[in-house]
């Protein structure tokens, strides 16, 4: 995983390659629980950025109000 800042679309594009790659049956166990790891992080980076994202849209529809 890249220690740049992913967009949200990028962080989905690793997890399907992620996904992928531990749907191939080609992995190590090891390499398997550290893709899964990265996953993980992934994910919880995703739920960050989309959390972060309704709050600001709920900001807005309330001034709108």
Avoid: H, P, R, W
Avoid at 35 to 62: A, F, P, R, S
Wanted: charged share 45%; net charge negative; glycine share 4%.
């Amino acid at each position: 995983m890249a220690a740049k800042k992913m967009s949200l679309e990028e962080c989905f594009e690793s997890l399907d390659d992620i996904i992928l790659e531990l749907q191939s049956g080609e992995l190590s166990l090891e390499d398997s629980f550290k893709k899964y790891e990265d996953g993980m992080k992934l994910i919880k980076k995703c739920n960050e950025t989309i959390d972060k994202v309704e709050k600001k849209l709920t900001v807005v529809e309330t001034d709108d109000e």
